[in-house]
């Protein structure tokens, strides 16, 4: 979870309820939320620390950083393989679990595109 607030104001507002106020009272003498001042008692009392946990977006794209080359030379060589392939590939040659969301998000910060899906067989319903 990401917290914006200074360290500095998280210490001083888990040290307010240490002294015995209550978390409604420190939010509003700090004027915080309620939930910013449950957040930093719990991150506290489960870590020992107030860094922040960093942002949870983040945590899984420097997976696929070492495979950058390989997805722009297989895109290359196949342009219309779909991110399921690409994932399944992935798993195949480097034994790497990526969702292919992930996937596609590396192809798109490389300005690459991608085929969407497999071709669809032709819909056999005659309209008249």
């Known amino acids: 979870m990401p917290y914006s607030h200074p360290l ?7 040290a307010h309820v240490e002294e015995g106020h209550t978390h409604r009272a420190t939010a509003k003498h ?4 309620i939930k910013f001042v449950n957040d930093m008692v ?5 870590t020992g620390s107030l860094i922040g946990k960093g ?5 899984g794209q420097g997976k696929l950083e070492p495979h950058k080359v390989w997805l722009r030379a297989r895109i290359a060589e196949q342009g219309d393989i779909t991110l ?4 399944r590939e992935l798993k195949e040659q480097f034994d790497l679990d990526v969702h ?3 996937v596609g998000r590396v192809l798109r910060q490389l300005g690459l595109s991608h085929k969407k899906r497999h071709s669809m067989p032709e819909n056999n319903i005659v309209q008249k």
């Open 42 to 46: 719990k991150l506290k009392r489960e």
């Open 8 to 14: 500095a104001l998280r210490e001083r507002v888990v």
């Open 100 to 102: 292919r969301w992930s």
């Open 30 to 33: 700090f004027q915080v939320s």
């Open 55 to 59: 942002y949870p977006g983040k945590k």
């Open 84 to 87: 399921d392939q690409l994932a």
